[in-house]
């Protein structure tokens, strides 16, 4: 079905945007563009980037027009700094282009570029994200560009007049992202500029005046040069370089090199047509690179600023400590080992770009599936208000097909739960499963994947030793021999209903059920507070016997995963 185009489906008012934007230019092609810079690992943070254009593509190709996502890959520009966890003699390679730096010891990889945009690469295939990737090492080094440097270089006074004007208002970028993403995400926001082709490299001024193109060296391949000349009539430039290497080359033919960032976007934006391209609020200071560019593109590159609102950053939170060698920083394809994938694709479609949020790591993660399997059951049953019937069919399929989905997806949590008490053990799973609802019972753990896989992982990776239930092997004697008559009868209440309630809708009746007869009730009265409290120590009295703390898992997932005889062992004795 067509998407509802009103306020709430912001995907289909930035779409409606970018399609008379097209129109007003020239109707054909429409052209949308992220960029993500492969100097480390890609963060969870910048998938943002890609996701708010990808979104808007895909609304444009569900209405049956052509849309071309353009995926820079800002690959050849400098190592900025030796990576954590890189020795120093990593230093060697500050200065060169991403695609000159080796890989990483035993990565299978050609250069350093390459190992991290491959998972990156590889998360978005997963997310169904339809892009046309574009090396600009491949871009500037085939001489793609060679007509963009030749003009810009000509009409370097110009450019340096423009960004001398606002080099005066520019503010300092962090402190921007600070504003904007608080103090505590401030690191977080560091860390997702520098994946955002934010480089704030110099902008070109030298002692002989201002160049907005930066070479390699050719002996040194570091961009630690300074241009000392450029002669206009021949195309002949001359840099030296911080090595000794001094070398005067002609720009027609001459490959190792770029225009600096405030100058390359815009160039890009005039080369390619992008109609629309989002950025992070580190491009969206005053003075800052979207500012300056809006104005170079016109001036110098006689192209057009394209539509990009500003995206708000992308928080954390709750990720337990990985394994040091990848730093600590959380990518897509860590999202993904614990979640699925139209899960992590719902948390961008149902937030405006200027929203903030943050992908919970944590429980908070249980109950976000919680909210979309209500929105699910909405969704089936045409309840659905047309935000989440929106941001819910976006999430689910683009204009290519469906993504994968669970055929049976039971509560994450629940999932979450059994793998804890099972650890992982097939057998145990699938019974367990199969007991949660006896009419329907799982016929293999198939139909319950790839669910139970992430909640698996999350499981592994994310709960702490701490937290992990562990039932208990042998009756807590000391406990049961100091039960009172009041909570011995509640006890028997429970096993004695245990075969006739045995499912996760019966044990739920039941256990709830248990104070109300003690109390003399029905087990279908209206709770009152003091049942609640009663309900509340008769779930701690169960925990307590059963696993040794005070609170678990939900307490029927709890005793189907026990098993009826152990449960009779542990509280009775
Ligand atoms: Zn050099």
Redesign the pocket.
């Known amino acids: 079905m067509a998407a509802q185009n009103t306020d709430a489906d912001w995907v289909a008012r930035l779409a409606d945007e970018v399609v008379a934007e097209v129109e007003r230019r020239a109707p054909g092609r429409v052209v949308v563009a992220s960029g993500l810079s492969p100097s480390g690992p890609i963060h969870l943070g910048n998938l943002r980037e890609v996701m708010v254009p990808h979104l808007v593509a895909d609304e444009i190709r569900r209405r049956g027009l052509e849309c071309v996502h353009i995926l820079s890959w800002d690959d050849f520009d400098r190592l900025r700094r030796v990576p954590a966890d890189m020795d120093s003699s990593w230093a060697e390679h500050v200065g060169k282009p991403l695609t000159s730096v080796p890989a990483p010891p035993g990565s299978p990889h050609p250069n350093w570029a390459e190992h991290f945009k491959a998972p990156m690469a590889a998360s978005l295939a997963r997310l169904g994200v339809q892009y046309r990737g574009v090396s600009q090492t491949q871009m500037y080094t085939s001489g793609a560009y060679v007509d963009q440097v030749l003009l810009a270089m000509r009409e370097r006074a110009r450019i340096d007049a423009v960004l001398a004007r606002y080099r005066t208002k520019a503010a300092p970028v962090r402190a921007v992202a600070e504003v904007a993403a608080g103090e505590a995400d401030a690191a977080a926001a560091e860390l997702a500029a520098e994946g955002s082709g934010a480089a704030t490299e110099d902008e070109g001024v030298t002692s002989a005046g201002y160049f907005p193109f930066k070479p390699y060296?050719s002996?040194?391949q570091?961009d630690?040069t300074t241009v000392t000349g450029y002669d206009d009539a021949t195309t002949a430039m001359t840099y030296t370089?911080?090595?000794g290497?001094t070398q005067t080359v002609l720009l027609t033919e001459f490959r190792d090199g770029k225009l600096v960032w405030k100058v390359d976007w815009p160039m890009r934006w005039a080369y390619e047509g992008v109609v629309f391209e989002p950025s992070g609020v580190d491009h969206q200071s005053p003075g800052s690179s979207f500012d300056v560019g809006g104005q170079l593109v016109r001036d110098i590159f006689g192209g057009e600023q394209p539509i990009g609102p500003m995206y708000a950053f992308v928080g954390i939170t709750g990720m337990a400590k990985m394994s040091s060698s990848r730093g600590g920083v959380p990518t897509p394809a860590d999202a993904l080992e614990i979640m699925e994938e139209f899960l992590l694709r719902w948390l961008y479609t149902r937030r405006r770009p200027q929203q903030a949020f943050s992908v919970a790591f944590d429980t908070e993660l249980h109950r976000v599936y919680d909210e979309w399997d209500a929105v699910e059951r909405k969704v089936a049953e045409g309840t659905a208000s047309d935000l989440d019937f929106s941001s819910y069919d976006r999430a689910v399929r683009t204009a290519a097909g469906e993504l994968p989905r669970t055929a049976r997806p039971l509560p994450y949590r629940t999932l979450a739960s059994v793998a804890d008490i099972t650890t992982g053990d097939p057998a145990q799973t699938l019974r367990i499963l199969s007991d949660l609802d006896p009419q329907h019972p799982i016929g293999s753990l198939d139909e319950v994947r790839p669910r139970l896989d992430r909640a698996q992982c999350w499981v592994e990776t994310q709960l702490p030793a701490t937290q992990r239930t562990r039932l208990r092997l042998e009756p807590d004697r000391a406990a049961l021999d100091g039960l009172s008559d009041q909570q011995r009868g509640a006890l028997k209440l429970l096993l004695d209903g245990l075969d006739t309630h045995w499912s996760y809708e019966g044990l739920s009746k039941l256990v709830y059920a248990v104070p109300k007869l003690q109390a003399g009730l029905t087990a279908d009265a209206k709770p009152t507070p003091e049942l609640k409290v009663a309900q509340r120590t008769f779930f701690a009295l169960v925990y307590r016997l059963l696993i040794g703390s005070d609170t678990g898992p939900r307490l029927p997932t709890l005793l189907l995963a026990a098993g009826q005889d152990r449960v009779r062992t542990l509280l009775c004795g």
């Open positions: 060296c002996v040194c570091r630690l370089c911080v090595c290497h």
